[in-house]
């Protein structure tokens, strides 16, 4: 880590949205405390969710969530980039391309011919990717959406000159950190938890819900042998596909296990409906 950003002047923090659903930046809105006290160490310059106020960079710090899916995105995260002293993805959509980079998969326009009765009006890229895709990243939060807590250690670390604490391990650990049987032992439902970074506190396994690896793979994920242990409780081929192909689908690791199973992302089946509706 470089030196302190502590100076005279209050540091400056952006935060900037791109394709996205705006929860990672509700995590940082949703603990009015520690944005309060946040905002007393540094000048928010630009945070559209929070405020209409702007101020020009550069800027010390920039969260960005989302992910690039247009080419008027392209342009903007390199100005982002060139503006920020430390930039820092925040959410599974900056850092591997989000539930939209299922796309990324499926014939080009395919989805959007489901979805919107009128696609030719829109002016999108045929895939979504991450933000480190396209520019410099110096670090890089997970989850959908991410932690507050982990977001708050990556900020306090970078205003004291410091590494940022942030686990790798899976969420295994964290389950039986609180006691949690595992779901994969009692063989009551498929979960990803041996293969997903850690960050959650193990939420969904411990109402017995499987993980669903919202926070992407952890480090060293063996996904491969997860899936043989999968399909050893009988879990059907498209479900073990769907488990990972969701909020972290284009991740690698996880992108792969889907691929390898032959079960297409967008189901050659779907097709885009048919308007009865004239056209505005």
């Given at each position: 880590?470089?030196d302190?950003?502590?100076?005279?002047?209050?540091?400056t923090?952006?935060?900037w949205?791109?394709?996205?659903?705006?929860?990672c930046?509700?995590s940082l809105?949703?603990?009015v405390?520690?944005l309060?006290?946040l905002a007393?160490?540094?000048?928010?310059?630009?945070?559209t969710?929070m405020?209409?106020?702007?101020?020009?960079?550069p800027?010390d710090?920039?969260l960005?969530e989302?992910?690039i899916?247009?080419?008027?995105?392209f342009?903007?995260i390199?100005d982002?980039?060139a503006?920020?002293?430390?930039?820092?993805?925040?959410?599974?959509?900056a850092?591997t391309?989000g539930?939209?980079?299922?796309?990324?998969f499926?014939a080009?326009?395919?989805?959007?011919g489901?979805?919107y009765?009128?696609?030719e009006?829109?002016?999108s890229?045929d895939s979504?990717t991450?933000i480190?895709?396209?520019v410099?990243?110096?670090?890089?939060l997970?989850g959908c959406?991410?932690?507050?807590g982990?977001l708050l250690?990556v900020?306090?670390?970078?205003l004291?000159g410091?590494r940022?604490v942030?686990?790798?391990h899976?969420?295994c650990?964290?389950?039986?950190?609180?006691?949690t049987?595992?779901?994969?032992?009692?063989?009551?439902?498929?979960c990803?938890?041996p293969v997903?970074?850690?960050?959650?506190?193990?939420l969904c396994?411990?109402?017995?819900?499987?993980?669903?690896g919202c926070?992407?793979?952890?480090?060293?994920a063996?996904?491969a042998s997860?899936?043989?242990r999968?399909k050893?409780?009988g879990?059907?081929?498209?479900?073990?596909?769907?488990?990972?192909?969701?909020f972290?689908?284009?991740a690698s690791g996880?992108?792969?296990q889907?691929q390898s199973l032959r079960?297409a992302?967008?189901?050659?089946e779907?097709?885009?409906?048919?308007?009865?509706?004239?056209?505005?």
């Open positions: 880590m470089s302190t950003l502590v100076t005279t002047n209050r540091p923090l952006a935060v949205k791109f394709a996205s659903c705006d929860g930046q509700l809105l949703d603990g405390d520690e309060l006290t007393k160490a540094v000048r928010i310059a630009h945070f969710e405020s209409r106020a702007s101020v020009d960079g800027y710090i920039s960005v989302g992910s899916t247009t080419a008027q995105d342009e903007r390199k982002v980039r503006n920020s002293r430390y930039l820092v993805t925040i959410g599974a959509c850092a391309g539930i939209q980079a299922l796309r990324n499926a080009p326009g395919e989805y959007a489901i979805v009765a009128h696609p009006y829109l002016d890229l979504s991450p480190s895709s396209h410099r990243v110096d670090y890089e997970h959406p991410i932690d507050r982990q250690e900020l306090l670390a970078l004291a410091r940022p942030i686990a790798s899976s969420v650990r964290e389950c039986k950190a609180r006691g049987v595992c779901l994969l032992v009692s063989g009551e439902t498929p990803l938890g997903t970074r850690a960050g959650c506190g193990g396994p411990s109402i017995g819900r499987g993980c669903f926070f992407g793979p952890s480090e060293s063996n996904c997860l899936v043989t999968l050893g409780l879990t059907p081929d498209a479900t073990v596909a769907h488990l990972f192909g969701t972290n689908t284009a996880f992108v792969e889907a079960v992302v967008a189901s050659p779907i097709r885009p409906r048919e308007r009865t509706e004239p056209r505005p």
